[in-house]
């Protein structure tokens, strides 16, 4: 795996090169100094992995990798060490591309590096999702009221939402385009290094304007409040109806998993409800959003125009997992009123209903 290091800090350089050269399979592939240099030398030279700084003269880390993606797409890691203070930064770079985000590799007083095995992890990871050639191919980027639940009430009908590459901006778009009378209780599976989450959950908060908070074990979904994944396990629903967080299934590549989550939902959560499938690299939920249509779920998968990798969800076309296939624009309006529907179909089946 040829890597471009992305950083105008000489330590920095050091570190990473030291750090890439200690990976399996791995070598430099060049080292930009700022994000100008960075755009003009993957126009030359693609390389399969950058790993991207935040801060930097000219040209940040966020619109390096916008620029990136838009023209030469390729695998992006953001590494940092300035992570307090600029976290909003991580999630503009990942709604701009960015695969993941992860602190960066120091040097110890005796010159060993610090923090590396993490980062060695993601690289790992990534190496897996882009090594087959539609992984690769997905970079590329083609450019109310009613049967609503009251707020602060117990969840019997979830909106579930799935996202990888490009997610946190495209979680946004979603979400602040629910109708305002529209307050379900919503969980969100967004693959992430769980060091970010908090900060990411703080950044949502702001801006969509609902209470948003990290899944801690035995949660229950309310309505009116956002719940985010927030281990380095995978977030499951347990039989009763509260979630917690399991190192099983081992070999998924994402921690936590949309498709583990998603499975869940379908043994014990019994009421019909939502499923979302966003912008992201490999296949991660595809299956499990099959599963969750399969029992009676309204399933949407973002389309390929508005995503910036159209990976996972592409998958679940091609798996016929997504009832309708949508601009991530249009999605709020769309959730909303299958919404409806799954509660008028409930009310009809009811014995009050017939």
Same mark, same amino acid.
């Given at each position: 795996?040829?890597?471009?290091?992305?950083?105008?800090?000489? =330590?920095?350089?050091?570190?990473?090169?030291? *750090?890439?050269?200690?990976?399996?399979?791995?070598?430099?592939?060049?080292?930009?100094?700022?994000?100008?240099?960075?755009?003009? =030398?993957?126009?030359?030279?693609?390389?399969?992995?950058? *790993?991207?700084?935040?801060?930097?003269?000219?040209?940040?880390?966020?619109?390096?990798?916008?620029?990136?993606?838009?023209?030469? &797409?390729?695998?992006?890691?953001?590494?940092?060490?300035?992570? /307090?203070?600029?976290?909003?930064?991580?999630?503009?770079?990942?709604?701009?591309?960015?695969?993941?985000?992860?602190?960066?590799?120091?040097?110890?007083?005796?010159?060993?590096? /610090?923090?590396?095995?993490?980062?060695?992890?993601?690289?790992?990871?990534?190496?897996? =999702?882009?090594?087959?050639?539609?992984?690769?191919?997905?970079?590329?980027?083609?450019?109310?009221?009613?049967?609503?639940?009251?707020?602060?009430?117990?969840?019997?009908?979830?909106?579930?939402?799935?996202?990888?590459?490009?997610?946190?901006?495209?979680?946004?778009?979603?979400?602040?385009? *629910?109708?305002?009378?529209?307050? &379900?209780?919503?969980?969100?599976?967004?693959?992430?290094?769980?060091?970010?989450?908090?900060?990411?959950?703080?950044?949502?908060?702001?801006?969509?304007?609902?209470?948003?908070?990290?899944?801690?074990?035995?949660?229950?979904?309310?309505?009116?409040?956002?719940?985010?994944?927030?281990?380095?396990?995978? *977030?499951?629903?347990?039989?009763?109806?509260?979630?917690?967080?399991?190192?099983?299934?081992?070999?998924?590549?994402?921690?936590?998993?949309?498709?583990?989550?998603?499975?869940?939902?379908?043994?014990?959560?019994?009421?019909?409800?939502?499923?979302?499938?966003?912008?992201?690299?490999?296949?991660?939920?595809?299956?499990?959003?099959?599963?969750?249509?399969?029992?009676?779920?309204?399933?949407?998968?973002?389309?390929?125009?508005?995503?910036?990798?159209? $990976?996972?969800?592409?998958?679940?076309?091609?798996?016929?997992?997504?009832?309708?296939?949508?601009?991530? $624009?249009?999605?709020?309006?769309?959730?909303?009123?299958?919404?409806?529907?799954?509660?008028?179909?409930?009310?009809?089946?009811?014995?009050?209903?017939?």
């Amino acid at each position: 795996m040829r890597v471009g290091i992305v950083n105008d800090l000489k =330590l920095a350089q050091l570190a990473l090169r030291r *750090l890439v050269d200690a990976a399996d399979e791995s070598e430099v592939a060049w080292i930009a100094e700022n994000g100008q240099e960075a755009i003009d =030398l993957c126009a030359e030279d693609t390389p399969d992995l950058i *790993l991207m700084d935040l801060i930097m003269p000219e040209v940040d880390g966020v619109e390096a990798t916008r620029r990136i993606m838009q023209d030469s &797409p390729c695998p992006i890691l953001v590494v940092t060490a300035t992570v /307090e203070g600029n976290l909003s930064k991580v999630y503009n770079a990942m709604s701009a591309g960015a695969l993941d985000a992860v602190s960066g590799p120091t040097f110890a007083e005796d010159g060993t590096l /610090e923090n590396s095995e993490r980062v060695l992890r993601k690289m790992r990871t990534i190496r897996r =999702l882009t090594r087959p050639a539609r992984g690769l191919e997905a970079l590329k980027k083609h450019r109310s009221s009613g049967g609503f639940p009251p707020p602060d009430q117990p969840a019997e009908r979830l909106l579930v939402i799935g996202a990888s590459t490009g997610g946190p901006q495209a979680i946004v778009d979603l979400i602040c385009g *629910l109708p305002d009378t529209f307050r &379900p209780p919503v969980i969100i599976v967004q693959h992430l290094d769980k060091a970010f989450v908090p900060g990411f959950v703080s950044w949502l908060g702001g801006q969509t304007g609902w209470p948003a908070s990290c899944v801690e074990r035995g949660d229950k979904p309310r309505a009116g409040e956002i719940l985010v994944a927030a281990s380095g396990d995978h *977030l499951v629903m347990g039989l009763v109806r509260s979630m917690r967080y399991d190192e099983e299934p081992r070999d998924l590549a994402y921690r936590p998993s949309v498709d583990a989550f998603y499975m869940s939902l379908k043994r014990n959560w019994p009421t019909p409800g939502v499923a979302v499938l966003l912008t992201g690299m490999g296949q991660d939920g595809a299956k499990g959003l099959k599963a969750l249509k399969d029992s009676g779920w309204t399933t949407f998968a973002q389309d390929e125009a508005t995503s910036v990798v159209w $990976g996972m969800p592409r998958a679940a076309k091609e798996m016929d997992a997504a009832t309708r296939v949508l601009p991530v $624009g249009e999605m709020g309006p769309c959730v909303a009123q299958a919404w409806r529907r799954l509660e008028a179909a409930a009310a009809t089946q009811s014995p009050e209903g017939r």
